[in-house]
């Protein structure tokens, strides 16, 4: 089996959202979906020269939509009733969906929740299992200000990606003890 | 490397353990009723897939979960007892957890540190965990409604790769305001009950369920031997209208599995009962079949749709098909729509040497999954 290797690495926060162009859409979406985004768009890499149903995506969070069922529940009483536009987005693998929508990617999908360690080991046997030729890696956690008040929790929003890849050159071949996608792409962005 | 079921357990609408889903299947009965569990009619309807007694306790999901859990584990437990703690892992599929939690907290009810805590899909499997015995590897998937089949892919790697000698696997959801509420609002909902497959079907019904299996290595009786997983890359939540997404995931399973279409003989479709679903369904089951489609039916008319439990229970249920050589029924459906799978079980039926099954889930967020069972 080939090596498996990192090709790019991004962090991103609320601060870098308006760095790309997404277009009108991307208002609408909540903010684990702008982030895990733009965490995708900060990887700089052309999907349009990759085989597109051969992209995996594998996403890691601890909160999940939690922030968005507080803003969704909080406003069911508003006129109009419950907001379905809202509701869409309290499945924490919607950033999923709109990563592949973007990118036109059909390949296989995982969302794992509890945190970012373990994400690169599925990501990794993703890949040598031959269910995908590369895979998209991406933690991206979200407590708002209004989540962190109902829930007590720290508030928080940060992302942060990869792109896995078999068998190329790139900044870092994977090592069995690369768990976690955090500490790694602090590493790999310095 | 072979992966076996060595233990089932569920607490669904048609009540609480295995034996319950088995008569429901032979009865081709629904569990679906006209339930007061919500303030209705600010839903679009009142037709539940209820666990009977279901709703009144303070931590609902650990409880369905818990109870599934038991039954399996008792099932299992001259396998489990083979193994030290470390080495039994634990997936739980679910979407919204202990849900519930938030709607108190919100509107300032009383809620326990546990129902609060279970609000955390992973403060939920890590309690499950470590009540039921289970000190190795511990994952949460929640991947929409395909999260119980990507449960069960996932237990079935855990044990490939040597990281345990055995998985608990449950799937869980229950009913809540929170999610009666969105459905209404995305209008999704039959006010008459689901039907799938039928052709005056018009939309889904929720439903509640705690489902549990336990996998461990070796041959036995039901092995799972293939999965396959793709995205729509289409829409959130609408699928891909010629069903190319779930083909995709069909295809995957079924090399992952070494095998042909025309090994499978029997299909249980995702069959939510809404109007694109079903289409979108039975466009891709002929895009894989051709013209020599299985026996498909479909289990949410029974029991409802149990979201993060759908998968795992609706895997039961096929698991059931094989051990007793009957194809289930789907309850509800009256007449089949156009198009429809042309070998669209509406009651049981007896089977010949059913060894193949294939299971099939699609959800929000374009998600596609295949799961390929044997039998013998």
Redesign the interface.
Known sequence: MANLVITAASIVTPDDLNRFQFGMRFGRLDSVCQLGLAAVEALGIDFASQPRDQVGICVATDNGSLSTDVEYWRRRNEPGGASPSLFVYTLPSMVIGEIAIRHGLTGPTLCLMGGSDGLLTEAADMLRRDEATACICVYCDVVSALAAETIHLPATARACAVYLQRGVQGLHVLAANDRDIIPLCAKLCT | MEITVVGCGAVTAVGQGIDSLRAAIRANSSGLRSCARFKTP?YQSDILGAVPNGGLVDDPVFHLADLALREARAQAAATLDKFPPARIGFVLST??AN?EA??R??DGRPCSESA?KH????GL??DLAATHGAAG????????CVSGI?AIQ?AA?LLQ?DAVDAVLVVGVDCLSP?VA??????RALDPLGCRPFDRDRNGLSLGESGAALVLARGHGEITICGW??????????GPARDG??LV?AMR?ALKAAKISPRDIGYVNAHGTGTPYNDAMESLALRSVFGDECPPVSASKGMLGHTLGAAGIVETIICILAAQEQLLPGTPRLTAPADGAPTQLLKEPRAATNLRHILKLGTG????NAALVLRHG
């Open positions: 600010i979407t919204k849900i938030l709607e907290l919100i609060q609000l955390q899909a992973h499997a890590a590897p511990v994952q949460t998937i929640s991947l929409a990507v996932q790697k790769r929170f509420a969105g459905f209404s609002a995305l396959g997983g793709s995205n729509d890359a289409n829409h959130l939540t190319s997404g995709l995957r929000f967020g374009g998600v």
